[in-house]
């Protein structure tokens, strides 16, 4: 049952991929991203990682393709319908592409098997915490991993002054 | 029938990357580009989760929370050099994008 919902996010994934890439309206190929993200968050539901879900959905789809749309909106419309979407190496860009991801699915494919699922296991470690992945995942981040989420926050400030800067006026 | 293991999500994850790499080759458009690069990104966070979930071990899905954060910065960063740049040269093509060369 399981191997079924991966193969449907699977294909939505990857289709809504292609599709994004290949789309020469570029408001179309962030609808096409939107649906990408939804659609890596269900697999992240299907992973067990039900924050991680929200904050991709919150974050990705909520977020950054608002942000997308925004310097679409302001940057020219013509510039967007241009005739010309692609590089002139686009082909051999492509079949390269094509070569580094068949490579490194096939050195994944036959390498991960001894990492097997235990179900049992993950339960117990995935949701140490009164039983929740949210509670557990908020354990670490504020025990072990704090200094890290301090860091995070500081570089995110740092990033917030910076885009301000580079929007004003007069750079 | 076979079962749903790491190298499913391993396997995505690379196909991911691979359109997220042909897009940041092929498009013109520098928007486009970044947003290619959130492909990417996706795929280390599939990554990062599968391999979180078949350990198991938690610290997998602490690293994707704070990939997204560097992500959300990037493209915050990112599309603010978009403006910019837009704003001194009035164009978004890679190609026209050339103060540097000599």
Same mark, same amino acid.
Request: glycine residues 6%.
């Given at each position: ?18 599709? $994004?890439?290949?789309? *020469? ?7 096409? $991203? ?9 697999? +992240?539901?299907?992973?067990?990682? @039900?924050?991680?879900?929200?904050? #991709? ?10 942000? +997308?749309?925004?310097?679409? $909106?302001?940057?020219?419309?013509? @510039?967007?319908? #241009?005739? @010309?979407?692609?590089? *002139? ?16 699915? +096939? ?27 949210? @509670?557990?995942?908020? $354990? ?8 890290? +989420? ?19 006026? *007069?750079? | ?36 690069? !959130? ?17 198991? =071990? ?15 910065? !990037? ?19 890679? =190609? !026209? ?6």
């Amino acid at each position: 049952m399981e191997i079924y919902a991966f193969y449907a996010i699977a294909a939505v994934v990857l289709s809504s991929a292609v599709l $994004m890439v290949t789309s *020469r309206n570029l408001v179309h190929s962030i609808v096409y $991203m939107v649906i990408s993200f939804v659609a890596v968050g269900g697999l +992240f539901i299907l992973l067990e990682a @039900e924050f991680v879900a929200a904050v #991709q959905i919150l974050v990705y789809a909520g977020g950054i393709v608002v942000l +997308f749309l925004f310097v679409v $909106m302001l940057v020219n419309v013509t @510039e967007t319908y #241009q005739v @010309e979407f692609l590089h *002139r190496q686009w082909l051999p860009a492509a079949v390269l592409s094509l070569i580094l991801a068949t490579q490194i699915g +096939f050195l994944v494919w036959g390498n991960a098997g001894d990492l097997s699922a235990d179900p049992s296991a993950s339960a117990s470690v995935l949701r140490a915490v009164d039983g929740g992945n949210t @509670e557990t995942l908020g $354990m670490m981040l504020y025990t072990d991993y704090l200094l890290p +989420f301090e860091v995070a926050s500081v570089l995110l400030l740092v990033a917030m002054i910076g885009a301000i800067y580079l929007s004003k006026k *007069r750079v | 029938m076979a079962t749903l293991g790491l190298n499913h999500y391993l396997l995505l994850s690379a196909l991911l990357f691979g359109i997220g790499v042909a897009g940041v080759l092929m498009r013109r458009n520098v928007i486009m580009v970044l947003m290619c690069l !959130e492909l990417i990104f996706n795929a280390a966070n599939i990554n990062l989760v599968a391999v979180s979930r078949f350990r198991p =071990d938690m610290t997998g899905q602490v690293f994707t929370i704070f990939t997204i954060a560097v992500a959300a910065a !990037e493209v915050a960063i990112g599309l603010g050099l978009v403006i910019a740049m837009f704003r001194n040269s009035q164009t978004v093509n890679v =190609d !026209e994008i050339h103060l540097l060369k000599g």
